[in-house]
């Protein structure tokens, strides 16, 4: 059975591009019969702020996508469900990737890798207890991968040119997104993982961490990098710049099916649709391809 996870991070109020994220995820589960899951990042305390949280059921109510496995409100994702119980996972996997003799401590600022694009922590050799160091991975230069993608097909994706040495661990101690989220799919059965294509190089950091320890169960993940949603000036959309959010549409009554309406024109379908269950109807009469 394919069981697939939605991941919102709570860093602010959902926008059109990741809710067209969720409602691919859905319709590719609802067609198959299979599970869902909810998950949300809300690892980063720093970001990660309750109104962004509530906002992510509203949205989802407002949609009308349900799933079968997570938080259903804001308080059982603080209770049961949040990141931050699961630290103790993380620092599990950490320690294990500590183990395989190619993780280092880098102390470079922000500032410094984007001016330079490189950390040359590498070569220092520093003491991975270094007060304020983030913990690096070493890739190797020949760390390709193949990612199984549903429409793309096998794809190869070279870790070294696209995230080389990238942050397993942050400065403040907390796992980086690449460690959480494989461990989380990892531990949940996850085997679809359905996300945008801008995140291909993460899925090929997260199965060099996979296979680093032996957890073979995520290179048989299938995965789906859709297309990304772009704005007029043709960038990907994001909350940091600003997108128009969901909350403000909601905010001005505006329904769902602008959104749905939106969604068959970004899918260039030439019957326009109005809501989930509608699009799950004509993908299952075969008169829609699920696309994008
Ligand atoms: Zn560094």
């Given at each position: 059975m394919i069981r697939a996870r939605i991941a919102p991070t709570p860093s602010g109020y959902l926008h059109i591009g990741n809710v067209v994220n969720f409602a691919i995820t859905w319709l590719w589960v609802r067609q198959n019969k299979g599970h869902l899951r909810l998950r949300i990042d809300d690892l980063d305390t720093q970001r990660a702020k309750p109104e962004y949280i509530e906002d992510i059921f509203n949205t989802l109510k407002w949609l009308g996508l349900d799933w079968?496995?997570?938080?259903?409100s804001a308080a059982e994702q603080e209770l049961q469900y949040s990141q931050k119980r699961r630290k103790d996972r993380y620092d599990e996997w950490i320690a294990k990737l500590i183990e395989t003799n190619r993780v280092f401590a880098c102390t470079c600022s922000r500032k410094q890798i984007e001016e330079l694009?490189?950390?040359?922590?590498?070569?220092?050799?520093?003491?991975?207890?270094?007060?304020d160091a983030a913990l690096r991975i070493y890739t190797p230069v020949d760390a390709i991968f193949v990612v199984n993608d549903?429409?793309?097909?096998?794809t190869e994706v070279n870790l070294y040119n696209e995230?080389?040495?990238?942050?397993?661990?942050r400065r403040d101690g907390i796992a980086a997104y690449q460690v959480a989220s494989v461990v989380d799919d990892i531990d949940f059965d996850i085997n679809l993982i359905v996300r945008g294509e801008d995140l291909i190089s993460s899925t090929a950091a997260q199965l060099y961490l996979s296979g680093l320890l032996n957890q073979n169960s995520f290179a048989e993940t299938t995965f789906y990098h859709h297309r990304l949603l772009k704005n007029e000036q043709g960038e990907k959309l994001s909350k940091s710049a600003g997108s128009v959010s969901i909350k403000s549409w909601r905010e001005s009554g505006d329904k769902p099916e602008k959104f749905y309406l939106f969604l068959s024109s970004f899918w260039g379908l030439k019957e326009p649709v109005l809501s989930l269950g509608e699009m799950l109807e004509q993908i299952q009469t075969g008169l829609v391809k699920l696309e994008s």
């Amino acid at each position: 059975m394919i069981r697939a996870r939605i991941a919102p991070t709570p860093s602010g109020y959902l926008h059109i591009g990741n809710v067209v994220n969720f409602a691919i995820t859905w319709l590719w589960v609802r067609q198959n019969k299979g599970h869902l899951r909810l998950r949300i990042d809300d690892l980063d305390t720093q970001r990660a702020k309750p109104e962004y949280i509530e906002d992510i059921f509203n949205t989802l109510k407002w949609l009308g996508l349900d799933w079968d496995e997570g938080p259903q409100s804001a308080a059982e994702q603080e209770l049961q469900y949040s990141q931050k119980r699961r630290k103790d996972r993380y620092d599990e996997w950490i320690a294990k990737l500590i183990e395989t003799n190619r993780v280092f401590a880098c102390t470079c600022s922000r500032k410094q890798i984007e001016e330079l694009h490189v950390c040359n922590c590498r070569q220092k050799n520093l003491p991975l207890n270094t007060p304020d160091a983030a913990l690096r991975i070493y890739t190797p230069v020949d760390a390709i991968f193949v990612v199984n993608d549903i429409k793309r097909g096998k794809t190869e994706v070279n870790l070294y040119n696209e995230m080389r040495d990238f942050v397993i661990r942050r400065r403040d101690g907390i796992a980086a997104y690449q460690v959480a989220s494989v461990v989380d799919d990892i531990d949940f059965d996850i085997n679809l993982i359905v996300r945008g294509e801008d995140l291909i190089s993460s899925t090929a950091a997260q199965l060099y961490l996979s296979g680093l320890l032996n957890q073979n169960s995520f290179a048989e993940t299938t995965f789906y990098h859709h297309r990304l949603l772009k704005n007029e000036q043709g960038e990907k959309l994001s909350k940091s710049a600003g997108s128009v959010s969901i909350k403000s549409w909601r905010e001005s009554g505006d329904k769902p099916e602008k959104f749905y309406l939106f969604l068959s024109s970004f899918w260039g379908l030439k019957e326009p649709v109005l809501s989930l269950g509608e699009m799950l109807e004509q993908i299952q009469t075969g008169l829609v391809k699920l696309e994008s």
